[in-house]
């Protein structure tokens, strides 16, 4: 197969089929027709020698070869629009720019309010989209610039992906103020056993820190509910005797007592990643700087 036997606006349809996983779709994406998108396919499935796509209810599943070159083929497209669009400089009161992010529910609602804020004060038509993108797709993503930065405890472990810690902060037991542990000056081993707790995960099953740092002491705490996001937990406090184990600086800003774990365990860590292609970008210097500056406010707040 020689490249200059292929249209390249064919890969950018082959993209957009993959993502959307539909033939319609996929045409409103890149914004031409479903018969024009079903002749690129065909023109794709004679160059690759393959079905590239199997047609599956409403919608396409890729075949083991699409899966095999869709990440050669996202990089190869993600530098020719970089090389395209990449600016030499970036002024960000009259940049137009977009950023995608990756967070978690607790990362949106710890900075976003104070990022926006910065953002919407220096570069008003700057534009920034977060939703959270899985660790398995991660560093896929962001090597497609289909991230710029991405907020995680596990972010991938590859040389190409940069990253730093951005936030630290120690595990307490929260809960409402009118507590009955609001009157108690430290909490034992077992009380915190004894009490009923919500567990916050993404995942439907499996440990926290706090659970392994329990099972150290071949200790188990009793979860009465499990949920996947944080930001619900405060009103369910609020109307109940229930406590979260979360970071001090979710309870200050949540407002809920809290007292120190009565056993070690450590502490929460959140890194920002991006791409090693981006290092010189002046637009992700800029927003990184923002991002930090956003995450330091947050825990000093």
């Given at each position: 197969m020689k490249l200059n036997n292929l249209d390249l606006n064919l890969l950018v349809i082959f993209n957009a089929i993959y993502s959307e996983g539909s033939l319609t779709k996929a045409g409103e994406l890149v914004g031409i027709?479903?018969?024009?998108?079903?002749?690129?396919?065909?023109?794709?499935?004679?160059?690759?020698?393959?079905?590239?796509?199997?047609?599956?209810?409403?919608?396409?599943?890729?075949?083991?070869?699409t899966e095999n070159i869709i990440i050669h083929v996202r990089e190869a497209l993600s530098i020719l629009q970089r090389s395209?669009?990449?600016?030499?400089?970036?002024?960000?009161?009259?940049?137009?720019?977009?950023?995608?992010?990756?967070?978690?529910d607790i990362s949106e609602g710890r900075i976003l309010p104070i990022l926006m804020q910065k953002v919407h004060e220096a570069a008003p038509n700057v534009k920034l989209s977060s939703y959270y993108t899985s660790?398995?797709?991660?560093?896929?993503?962001?090597?497609?610039?289909?991230?710029?930065f991405a907020v995680d405890p596990f972010p991938p472990s590859d040389s190409e992906i940069k990253k730093e810690l951005i936030f630290e902060d120690i595990f307490v037991c929260g809960f409402r103020k009118d507590h009955k542990l609001a009157k108690?000056?430290?909490?034992?081993?077992?009380?915190?056993?004894?009490?009923?707790?919500?567990k916050m995960s993404a995942r439907s099953q499996g440990a926290a820190l706090v659970d392994n740092a329990l099972a150290k002491?071949?200790?188990?705490?009793?979860?009465?509910?499990?949920?996947?996001?944080?930001?619900?937990?405060?009103?369910?406090?609020?109307?109940?005797?229930?406590?979260?184990?979360?970071?001090?600086?979710?309870?200050?800003?949540?407002?809920?007592?809290?007292?120190?774990l009565p056993f070690e365990v450590a502490p929460s860590q959140f890194f920002l990643a991006w791409h090693e292609s981006n290092d010189n970008d002046p637009g992700h210097i800029w927003l990184k700087k923002l991002i930090k500056q956003s995450f330091a406010q947050a825990k000093s707040d």
């Open positions: 027709t479903q018969p024009a998108v079903s002749s690129a396919l065909a023109k794709l499935r004679e160059y690759f020698d393959d079905q590239l796509f199997i047609r599956v209810g409403q919608g396409v599943k890729p075949t083991a070869k395209l669009e990449k600016p030499d400089s970036f002024d960000p009161s009259v940049s137009s720019r977009k950023f995608r992010l990756s967070l978690n660790r398995e797709d991660l560093k896929h993503a962001m090597a497609a610039n289909e991230v710029s108690e000056k430290n909490i034992s081993i077992e009380q915190y056993l004894d009490l009923d707790h919500i002491l071949q200790l188990d705490r009793k979860v009465i509910l499990r949920a996947q996001h944080y930001l619900v937990s405060p009103e369910i406090l609020n109307s109940t005797d229930m406590v979260l184990t979360c970071t001090k600086s979710f309870a200050n800003k949540h407002d809920l007592a809290f007292k120190t």
